[in-house]
């Protein structure tokens, strides 16, 4: 497969170094013909910054200083979102609500499932939260707030589900590998 997409590559990467060139600076959104769309919608970053379309980047990596501070001892909660969280935005409310609303909150990306598309036709990502808090209020709030967010944005399509003290568990075990153990459970 690597090599398959070595060769659909090829003859873009011609236009692409005759763009860079050619730029003078300009926003990959602002080359026109100089550069194939498939191109431009694939690049990460220009000129040293994020493009439109992945500035969610920089909230993921605000949002890292909340993770590895899940305190094992506190109660927590899974909170499994599956839909078009990404290109919804519904993900970055998602961690606001988290992140502004509650100082005591914090969370760690358990899995995270992104999925190209298909036929042109978006498919779902999915992402497993785990959240604790002091406080098992706060996350009968958070989970509220996240309801509401899934509900809210139609656009996301989305979907919720969440997993509480032994179901938390279960639900580890049945995602396999992907997850670090708390010091309670090893």
Avoid: W
Wanted: aromatic content about 4%; some cysteine; proline content about 3%.
């Amino acid at each position: 497969s690597s090599m398959h997409f070595g060769n659909a590559l090829v003859p873009l990467l011609e236009r692409l170094v005759e763009a860079k060139g050619r730029s003078g600076g300009k926003e990959l959104r602002d080359l026109g013909e100089e550069i194939p769309i498939e191109l431009a919608n694939a690049c990460i970053s220009n000129q040293g910054y994020l493009t439109p379309a992945f500035e969610y980047i920089h909230d993921l990596m605000k949002n890292r200083s909340h993770a590895g501070h899940v305190d094992p001892h506190h109660p927590h909660v899974l909170i499994e979102l599956r839909g078009h969280l990404f290109d919804s935005g519904l993900i970055n409310q998602v961690l606001d609500v988290m992140e502004h609303t509650h100082a005591d909150c914090h969370f760690e990306f358990v899995e995270c499932n992104v999925r190209r598309k298909v036929d042109g036709v978006p498919e779902k990502s999915d992402v497993l939260l785990r959240v604790s808090a002091e406080d098992g209020k706060v996350l009968e709030d958070i989970k509220a707030k996240v309801r509401n967010l899934t509900d809210l944005i139609i656009a996301a399509e989305a979907s919720m589900e969440c997993f509480d003290g032994a179901d938390a568990k279960a639900k580890k075990r049945k995602k396999g590998g992907a997850v670090v153990k708390s010091e309670e459970e090893q």
